[in-house]
């Protein structure tokens, strides 16, 4: 009796209907998938993607414009999809699948190769390939495809479910803006108008972008005149210039839940399973070395790789081997040193960790220099170095990892523990910005939501019920911690610098000068 | 004088425990029947609704008791010998101490119904009253109908509860309007008018005459007292306020009224015995406070301040500004200083409330002094530090009306009111 738990597939006929719908258009896909040839394949993919579109628009619609606006989480955990049940499993599995196929096989998604023309599943996408870009499709046509859907369909979804919430709503239309912008038609266009230019979703920087300074890349961009240089150069400025200012004055945010299209499907398909993260210390710990291991490998490879066409002799390009490095360790050690100098008082743990990986790169930047170990990075060369980043973290972290595994680990789980991106931006965050999530005085009531509903993993509820700030380098913003705390305790801030990690002992409402004479030592 | 033995884990034994455990290196342990671990009992609506699963409702993981040397006792505590410091638990061992604080919370009322006992009758205060209703209210099938007695902030939290699973509630109240012992009216009936448009059966100036039981001794029905009508359903949730969960301290020396009777000090009268949360009675209220406070807050602040008195920094018990805050469906409420339902004499409110009928706000102030009491706020959060600085200040109504958008506390982008209520506030003014 007790194990009966309310019915989950508690939905309306309308619901079913809808449901029916996008199931039929993704039974288009598995079928071109294994190999039907569809006779007319503009109206099947046409019908395939608006069928699930369409059921995902009427699913939502039914399921929250129905209720009075408010939070709407009942069942989340009974439900076998949302809460690791057999479905969650099932849904996971699949698209790890895919993720593997996607990356290792594509010829099983009907890749021709070696000119051979495309069949299943990516040539039922050829006709949208050729209406954007006048080229067939490949299997990263198929899958950026699909992923803005995924963005577009749930994101409308997400919108409706916080019809009360503007940031919510403004957030969600900035990541469907973005991904259909500029990941998805821009980089089309932008091959129209010169096809030799590498792809370039502008709005991916280095090391997330961890491409953009391979040297077939680079040398794309140079090789296309003014253009190429002019983007190239946007990319090291949106690194360098634009990012930090922007960190700065908002936090990560508008990175990671404003812009960012591994944060924009995470937010959108992957608000069901935001609730899985572990809350832990010890997934903390976890992350906290996982995440910097990973930004220094970024660091390392890119910096082996660039090395490795770089020449010695300035006469033929000023940036030399030797400029390079210098300038990469120039910068390093002035991040290193000014952190040690103006925020060490302010190091916690997690900063130490960071900050001795930076450390870490220094020494054996300068040892691959002096050693000569020009295109060895430990006897490993770069190439092999930028490859096995390529594979390990670029495909089966980022995606196979990162997305398959949402039902699992959640849906951040790779911006979390592996995002190279989010881990400088988050340094930065945790040190120098205006961001934080303010909490309101004495109100907490320790409930959780704000816990549960962190996709990053934070344990929101540890600070808001001791009364002070979140201020973590993994908070990404998504506000949903303060939408749906009970008694209005967080709100997201850009405010002074001053007093934001505020740790308190007794809470305002209390004895003032019990207040003041704990709080105070 | 070493050896501390709190009785409960609730939010003011566990606040104690920990606050202790900073200022000494004293052995402490805390004992509970309910649960093995502190979890917040605030949230047991959400394990019901499916937001979160009972784990998360605690809010330090189990590792925590152990590295903070706190030892967690799984008993029930029958009978406190005070001369021998001395408790004898239910499984027939005793347990000394130096010094007891007893912190054992509240129960559900109940007013001698006919029937109050019966299967499927059911308060929502404790872990197990949830494990109840899941019992007997798992789906819509099994709780055809549910009826609530009792209509304060956990009756509307059931209501919330079932109506999240489908299950049809009769919602009775005994006031003419949701709340209106604490709430003013304006802000009283916007609620009644929400709870209704969650398709909850509200009836208000209702009382239960009785509570019918099958041949299996369940609940079958319940029959209104004025009205004499019967209402079939298989569940009744009595949530007509909470008292004291003191009667195991009845046998002892320590003196009780309704509570266990404590002074600032939050001593009893037998030294080295202490009482704080919801289960104390001040002798005498302190400043416009009930002299019983079964709030989340209070119970939190007596724990900070006994720790300081147990750790030999004797400290009176002066809460600050009053606040509290609460959530009823879909709209927020929180309250700073003083609003009462009817404004005292000298006393006046200012209302203001949104057309969408799911926003509304309440100033009290002083009508002689213009001097600024307290607010009442529906579906806008606001900053609890501005209201305390403001109140701590002596502000006048003025100030407070023409800077209310400094301690407006909803997320980024939300629309503002502040204009539109000092508008109407203004307006107010000149018709007055």
Redesign the interface.
Known sequence: MSLAKPDAINITTKQKVALATGIVGLLILALALFNTNFPNQGVFLTLALGMVSIGTIIYSREAYLTKLEGIKNDGVWFKSISSRGVWGWLVGVILTSFYIVLYFYPQYLGLGVDGAANTGLISLFDPLSQLLSGRNASQWFVYGTLYTIAILAFGYKFILKYRHNRYQQIRTISVMFFQLGFAFLIPEFMYVMNNDLPYYDLKSMWPLNYYIFDEWSVSGFLSNGNIGLALILFGIITIFVISPILTYKFGKRWYCSWVCGCGGLAETAGDSFRQLSSKKMSAWKIERWLIHLVLVFSVVMTTAMVYTYLGYDSNDFWLTKGVFISLVIGFLTIVFAGIMIFKRHELGKDVKYGAIGLFAVIILLVTMHFTGTTEHVFYVKAGALRSAYGIYIGSIFSGVIGTGFYPILGSRSWCRFGCPMAAILGFQQRLFSKFRITTNGGQCISCGNCSNSCEMGIDVRHYAQKGENIVRSSCVGCGICSAVCPRGVLKLENDSMNGRINPTEILLGNDVDLMELVNEK | MNNIVIIGNG?SGVTLAR?IR?LSDKKITIISAETDYFF?R??LM?IY?????FE????Y?NWFWEKNRIELLNAYVEAIDTDNKSLRLANGSHLNYDKLIIATGSKPNKFGWPGQDLKGVMGMYHKQDL?NL??HA??KE?CKRAVIVGGGLIGIELAEMLN???IPVTFLVRESSFWNGVLPEGESQMINRHIK??HIDLRLSTNLKEIKSDENGKVKSVVIEETGEEIPCNVVGLTAGVSPNIDFVKSSKIETGRGIKVNRFLETNIPDVYAIGDCAEQHEAIGNRRPIEAV??TG??MG??LA?TICDKR???????W?N???F??I?Y?TYGWVWAKPKENETHFHWKHEDD?KCLTVGYNKDTNEFIGINTFGI?????TF?TWL?EKRDVDYVMNHLSEAN???????HYEAEILSAYNKQLQTA
Request: hydrophobic share 20%; net charge negative; no cysteine.
């Open positions: 939010i606050h900073k917040s605030t949230a959400y609704m499916g937001h979160m699963k998360h409702t605690q809010p993981e494990d899941e019992v798992p789906n099994v999240s699973r489908s448009n969650h989340w807050y939190r602040m900070e301040t300081q400290r009176e018990y002066k809460p600050g500004h606040f805050s609460a959530k469906l879909d927020e929180q799911t959060r606001m900053r609890h530090e305390d701590t506390f909803d997320p980024e982008f939300y629309k």
